[in-house]
């Protein structure tokens, strides 16, 4: 089974993402077992009648077990019901995710 968590995360890691050469591009290849459980995510959603949910994750190198890791991980789960979900708030381009510098932002020049 692709990456999950022992805790209430039911979230299936799909792939980390890694730069690329081109600026602002960020690739990464899923597994066999991770398109499997999509396709498990996908007949869960819509089995509830609810739509699936894509997490983009920023990896932190300095809690990770492999600090050459990929500086995103992408995820999937089921959407929840809107009334649990949280409030959203759009990302702006020049947002730094409250961090200054760095060389893995997604809207930082190159």
């Given at each position: 089974?692709?990456f999950?968590?022992?805790?209430?995360?039911?979230?299936?890691?799909?792939?980390?993402?890694?730069?690329?050469?081109?600026p602002?591009?960020?690739?990464?290849?899923?597994?066999?077992?991770?398109?499997?459980?999509?396709?498990?995510?996908v007949?869960?959603?819509?089995a509830?009648?609810?739509?699936?949910?894509?997490?983009?994750?920023?990896?932190?190198?300095?809690?990770?077990?492999?600090?050459?890791?990929?500086?995103f991980?992408?995820?999937?789960?089921?959407?929840?019901?809107?009334?649990?979900?949280?409030?959203?708030?759009a990302?702006?381009?020049?947002?730094?995710?409250?961090?200054t510098?760095?060389?893995?932002s997604?809207?930082?020049?190159?």
């Open positions: 089974m692709a999950q968590r022992k805790s209430r995360n039911t979230s299936v890691r799909l792939t980390g993402l890694f730069r690329s050469k081109r602002g591009l960020f690739v990464g290849g899923a597994r066999d077992q991770a398109f499997a459980d999509l396709i498990a995510k007949k869960e959603a819509k509830a009648g609810r739509g699936i949910t894509f997490f983009l994750w920023r990896n932190d190198p300095t809690k990770s077990k492999n600090p050459n890791g990929p500086p991980s992408l995820s999937v789960d089921v959407e929840m019901e809107r009334s649990k979900q949280p409030a959203r708030k990302i702006e381009p020049d947002d730094d995710f409250g961090e510098g760095g060389d893995d997604l809207f930082g020049e190159d």
